[in-house]
Every structure is written in structure tokens, then in C-alpha cells.
């Protein structure tokens, strides 16, 4: 099983991705945090694409993609893909690469807020340098302002959620993201679920929607 997960920054497919990967036995695969955390250990490639993410543009697909080829090569498992593709190129290699492994895009998740709401979660998420943890003031909250519930670290503000980037990840997701929704909904299986409601009810949606499938 390969799953998709389409949306607006803050729409929730990190915090979606996460939880259901482990509960599917799924390889979670965020490139964006990959690469926030080769840019934190100043590698080659955390130097080529940090211009690129700290200005919210999109990282060009030849280098998207040879990042999961190199990266993701030996994986055996399925996989959830938290974000990507974001480009109806990169869908296009995608589809070539999962071919190539007896494989294919299993279903896909649009997670639908409005702009100004992903505006506003954005501005309200927070991240653990230390273990990676995602929290947000209005959708899930950390126990104590600031502090990671699980490491105790503190939360930081990602470069590309401050407002002028922001802007820029969400001019880039309409125009070069946004239709991936034509794409993929005529050639696989394709929901929407509202994500503007608490998580755990859009995680019931989604385990719901995947239930579906296995009767097909």
C-alpha cells in the first residue's frame, strides 16, 4: 500500500502521516523533514536546498527525486508520502519509480482547509529540534507553552512558517500542486476529508475511507 497525502502547509498531513504510518506499518516519508534535517547537519545536500525551503519555494524535482531513489531505494515496505509529490512531474516520476518496483499509488488524501486557516495553523505550529515532535496551538497543543511533551526540548518556530515565506509556500502549492487534484482523482482512488476538525476525527475519516479499499 502507497498513500498520498495532498493539502495547504498546516492542513495536518504531517500529523496525519505520522500517526497512521506506524498504526499501517507504513515508511513514512516527509521530505521536508529530511531536509530541514540535513540542513541542520550542514551536509552537501542540506546546503543545496536551503535557499530553497527557507524561502518557500519548491525544491526542483530532478532533486526531489533523487533524494528518494537514493534515499528510499532498498525500502520493501509501503509507503506514505506526507507532501509529495508536489508537482505533476514529479507524480508523473512517481508513478515510473513505484512501476519499477511492482508497485503503484494505492489511494490519495486531499486534506481541505481554507487558505486563511492554513495561514493561521501555520502561524501556531511549533517543532522539536530535538525528536522531530510537531505541535500546534489550536489543533494539538504542547502540556506546557513551548516545551516538547516527549523530550522536554524546546519548540522552535520553522523558517518556513514565519509570514513572508509562508506566503511563498502557498502561492507555490496553487500553482504547482494544486493540480495534482485533477490528476490524481481521474487515475486512483482519491478522498477529500475536511481537516478543519480535531485530528483524531480525521483520523477515524481517513481508517475509515482505507477500510473501503480492502473490500475492493
Known amino acids: 500500500m502507497n498513500i498520498v497525502f495532498l493539502g495547504f502547509p498546516g492542513s495536518g498531513k504531517g500529523t496525519q502521516s505520522r500517526l497512521l504510518s506506524g498504526k499501517l506499518g507504513l515508511v513514512h516519508i516527509s521530505f521536508g523533514d529530511i531536509y530541514w534535517d540535513e540542513i541542520a547537519k550542514k551536509t552537501v545536500l542540506g546546503h543545496e536546498i536551503a535557499d530553497y525551503l527557507t524561502t518557500g519555494r519548491l525544491v526542483p524535482d530532478w532533486l526531489v527525486l533523487n533524494t528518494l531513489k537514493e534515499k528510499f531505494a532498498s525500502e520493501k515496505g509501503g509507503l506514505m508520502l506526507d507532501g509529495f509529490p508536489r508537482t505533476t512531474e514529479q507524480a508523473d516520476a512517481l508513478d515510473s519509480w513505484l512501476a519499477s518496483r511492482s508497485s503503484q499509488v494505492t489511494a490519495v488524501f486531499l486534506l481541505k482547509i481554507t487558505e486563511a486557516e492554513a495561514v493561521k495553523r501555520a502561524e501556531g505550529r511549533r517543532v522539536c529540534p530535538g525528536c522531530g515532535g510537531i505541535y500546534n496551538s489550536l489543533t494539538c497543543a504542547p502540556r506546557m507553552a513551548d516545551i516538547c511533551d516527549t523530550c522536554g526540548g524546546t519548540l522552535k518556530l520553522r523558517e518556513d512558517d514565519r509570514p513572508a515565506v509562508l506566503k511563498n509556500r502557498i502561492m507555490a ?3 504547482q500542486t494544486e493540480p495534482l487534484i485533477a490528476y490524481y482523482r481521474g487515475n486512483t482512488e482519491f478522498f477529500e476529508i475536511r481537516a478543519d ?9 481517513i481508517a475509515a475511507a482505507l ?6
Request: aromatic share 6%; hydrophobic share 15%.
Open 197 to 205: 476538525q480535531p485530528p483524531k476525527d480525521v483520523t477515524i475519516q
Open 173 to 175: 502549492y496553487k500553482d
Open 211 to 216: 477500510k473501503t479499499l480492502e473490500k475492493h
